[in-house]
């Protein structure tokens, strides 16, 4: 079940919308007037698959994604484009993992589930289309008995623009679930917004099942 709800402190209009998965245990909070936007491309680009495959059908029954734009015109593709992102974009995923994968999950894994971190993974990719990157924190988390991960942010230049990538990506200890979080908007708005989404990613919280 997914819920969503806005609290309201007094008669002011609401801070935050608070997003919840109880099946998964999973949830964060976002800026009220971000809008969510769909998340299917954003699933299909990171995944490699056709959204037409039987892979990708049978992903969307093992998982569960969100994303919230705070763009004037929402849409998911900002998470992944190479245009530059001005405003930050949100994406959120519960995925169960297959036994190729579990076996495959490790602490550098979870940094590159997204773009290439570590140096192996970078000098593999070569994308001509990423470069100038920077690492500004790389934290291990163990926030509950029951999952652990990382939490990574680093600079891209993306078709010459830097931008901010800031990724929480965890594991339960019996490795079947990868629970991930990402922001991203450009390195300047990253800067001016910094404290808002640090609220963001750290509000990322698992129950582990």
Known sequence: MVAVA?????CAAPEYTYVKNSDEKTYFKVPHDWAETDADDIDNALSGTNPDSATAALRRQHSWSVAYDAAS????????????TDQPIVYARVTQLTEREQNA???????NSVLPVTAAAREAANDP????????SDEV???TDGTHGVRVVYDYSVTGVMHTFDLTALVNNTG????MLLIRCSTSCYRER????NAIATSFTVRSK
Not at 105 to 111: H, Q, T, Y
């Open 176 to 179: 079947d679930r990868l629970y």
């Open 129 to 136: 289309q990423l470069s100038d990157f920077e690492l500004l």
């Open 194 to 197: 910094g404290e808002q989404l």
């Open 141 to 143: 988390l163990t926030p």
């Open 105 to 111: 999950v490790s602490l550098d894994n979870l940094r």
């Open 6 to 10: 806005a609290v309201t402190l007094g």
């Open 73 to 84: 015109i929402p849409n998911g593709l900002h998470l992944l484009s190479y245009d530059a």
